[in-house]
């Protein structure tokens, strides 16, 4: 089976997975739970990735190993802070909208959208999981990207979920420990990791699949992430002004 005939059944899986995700939202009137199903949906394209030409060589079991460890606590993590709450603000906001259209609007709108995104952004597993090569320095390179990627993703959501139950935070901005340095650690920790992903997969003759973490990248800081939830937070919280001023949106640094 060729490359191409192994993506367009990784997108065709992708499609059914984000079908499927779209009707439990309409039963559950919540369109936010595409969030908690985003890290799981890279699992499903890896696997048809993987079983297209199954090998036992240590690279492709390793990348997918740190993708299902990535996209597991990715989903409980926001399945777990999700518990209980209310649709994400821009899912309810977009819902108030469109009203009785929203139904449908939000099946091209979030659904498609993201698996079309999943599905591009998942080019490096395409290439990486067919890959029957020993480990290389570069993919040494990418381990430690995905590993730095991992613990900022990962101890950012700790320290705010951490900062959230205590008593008075409420309204309040966190600017210590990772937040400190980035306004959004999370976001450029799940950047990073999708370098080292790429980097591990990446080869001379396939250096092209790098569009893939620059497209994630660019998401994060432009559209999806940074951008929509600063706006979002300069509404609700007073002090997020202030906070804007004196820290970096993206890349950790020092306070301004």
């Not at 108030?96 to 999943?118: C, D, N, P, T």
């Not at 990962?154 to 966190?174: C, M, T, Y």
């Given at each position: 089976m ?8 990784g997108g065709?899986?992708?499609l059914v ?19 908690i ?10 696997y ?13 079991r ?50 498609i959208?993201q ?16 890959d ?15 590993v730095?990627?991992?613990l900022?993703?990962?101890i ?15 309204g ?19 950047a ?22 620059a ?8 559209v ?13 919280k ?12 993206f ?5 301004k």
């Amino acid at each position: 089976m060729s490359l191409s005939q192994i993506f367009l059944e990784g997108g065709l899986a992708i499609l059914v997975y984000v079908t499927v995700v779209w009707i439990i939202s309409l039963l559950k009137k919540d369109a936010g739970i595409m969030d908690i199903f985003w890290g799981l949906g890279f699992l499903i394209a890896g696997y048809f990735y993987l079983a297209a030409d199954y090998s036992s060589a240590l690279q492709p079991r390793l990348l997918y190993l740190l993708v299902a460890l990535w996209g597991l606590r990715l989903s409980v993590h926001i399945g777990v802070r999700n518990l209980g709450e209310p649709e994400d603000a821009r899912y309810a906001n977009w819902r108030a909208q469109y009203g009785e259209k929203w139904w449908w609007i939000s099946y091209l709108r979030v659904f498609i959208l993201q698996g079309v995104v999943m599905w591009v952004v998942s080019i490096p597993l395409l290439t990486g999981l067919q890959d029957k090569s020993s480990l290389t320095p570069i993919d040494y390179v990418g381990i430690g990207l995905f590993v730095t990627g991992f613990l900022f993703e990962a101890i950012g959501d700790w320290q705010l979920r951490s900062f959230k139950k205590n008593e008075g935070s409420k309204g309040k901005v966190l600017n210590s420990g990772l937040w400190k340095y980035t306004r959004h650690p999370n976001y450029f920790g799940e950047a990073v990791l999708w370098w080292g992903f790429s980097l591990i997969a990446v080869e001379m003759s396939t250096l092209w699949i790098l569009i893939s973490p620059a497209i994630m990248t660019w998401l994060l800081m432009k559209v999806s992430g940074v951008k929509m939830l600063d706006e979002l937070l300069l509404k609700t919280k007073p002090h997020y002004a202030a906070y804007i001023q004196n820290t970096n949106a993206f890349f950790p640094g020092k306070s301004k």
